[in-house]
């Protein structure tokens, strides 16, 4: 491993390694300050509660030091594509940025939302692969526009928690909400199940599919771990038998960059598309998971995220163990 931008990037092995690392540092088993005497520079271009907190307390407990960029607020702004005239909003190029980094730092966490203007353009992950591109230093993705790893590795560490190494009947639902929102944390949610051979459902209204490509990999993914993928279309019917339920909402591709037109025909589904009682009645008492911030009554009923079969404090928590787990295999 030479950066961590998604979980695909890796062997199940050595995602199984990092999982019990993980396992390790919250039993207080490992104890070494892995980063003592190194920095980590963590670049958020998007606000952050949980990514933010757990990697400067993981960097800390590491041995080592965060130092937080906020380009456009703490530092500049900056210009990501190739061969611009820069005589607009942006101050800096990301090769001069990078590089200058390179020299202060261990390692480069970046957090980079979707705009939700050019899926063509944003499914490559323009800022997320500049850094890449420029930098000899490990990158660790900590949000982009299609991929979100830490989170799910975080999630598969609380379904191995709960549930030791065996396979789940697990269920990825979409969920209504007032704005179309990225896609990220479905996208690799569901690519992380496939990798560690669980037979995984994907429930969402028709029009919001997942990439198509990206679901062609979650497929072969499954397939080479002993896993499963169904698409199902009915909400209620998604949730039978199921062990986890993992509930989020995301945008359509077929009104991607019109966030208007999304949010007047996604109404339809509100009150329909939520994570409610009777739902998960209709499981093998599942957990119930969501990677947060979450608005209560509308992803998700009170009556579930409260109850006790409701495991997201413990995924929040475990995003401190997983990236400390990643980063004592990155940095050296």
Not at 63 to 87: C, F, K, Q, Y
């Amino acid at each position: 491993m030479q950066n961590f931008l998604k979980t695909s990037d890796s062997s199940r092995a050595e995602l199984e390694e990092i999982i019990e690392a993980a396992i390790k540092f919250k039993k207080g088993e490992i104890v070494e300050k892995i980063l003592n005497g190194k920095s980590v520079a963590l670049v958020f271009f998007n606000p952050s509660l949980r990514t933010r907190a757990s990697m400067q307390v993981g960097i800390y407990e590491l041995g080592g030091n965060a130092v937080i960029l906020e380009p456009g607020g703490t530092s500049w702004t900056l210009e990501h594509r190739e061969n611009v005239m820069m005589d607009s909003d942006k101050t800096e190029h990301l090769k001069e940025f990078v590089r200058v980094l390179e020299r202060y730092f261990s390692a480069i966490g970046v957090r980079t939302f979707a705009e939700l203007k050019d899926w063509n353009l944003e499914r490559t992950d323009p800022i997320l692969t500049a850094f890449q591109k420029y930098s000899s230093k490990p990158v660790i993705n900590l949000e982009s526009a299609m991929h979100h790893p830490c989170q799910a590795m975080a999630d598969m560490m609380t379904i191995r928690e709960k549930f030791g190494k065996t396979k789940k009947k697990i269920l990825l639902t979409w969920a209504w909400h007032p704005k179309p929102l990225p896609m990220a944390v479905p996208n690799s949610f569901a690519l992380a199940a496939a990798q560690f051979g669980h037979d995984l459902r994907i429930a969402f209204p028709k029009g919001y599919e997942l990439d198509a490509e990206l679901m062609a990999e979650i497929e072969t993914q499954a397939k080479e771990n002993s896993g499963s993928v169904e698409i199902v279309n009915r909400v209620d019917e998604a949730f039978d038998e199921r062990e986890v339920v993992y509930a989020k909402s995301w945008g359509s591709f077929q009104h991607y960059g019109n966030a208007n037109r999304d949010i007047r025909e996604r109404e339809i589904y509100r009150n329909k598309w939520i994570v409610d009682e009777a739902k998960m009645q209709r499981t093998n008492d599942a957990i119930f998971m969501h990677c947060l911030p979450v608005r209560r009554n509308v992803i998700v009923t009170d009556t579930v995220i409260d109850s006790a079969n409701s495991v997201v404090i413990d995924e929040a928590e475990n995003r401190l163990h997983v990236q400390k787990a990643i980063m004592a295999r990155l940095i050296k």
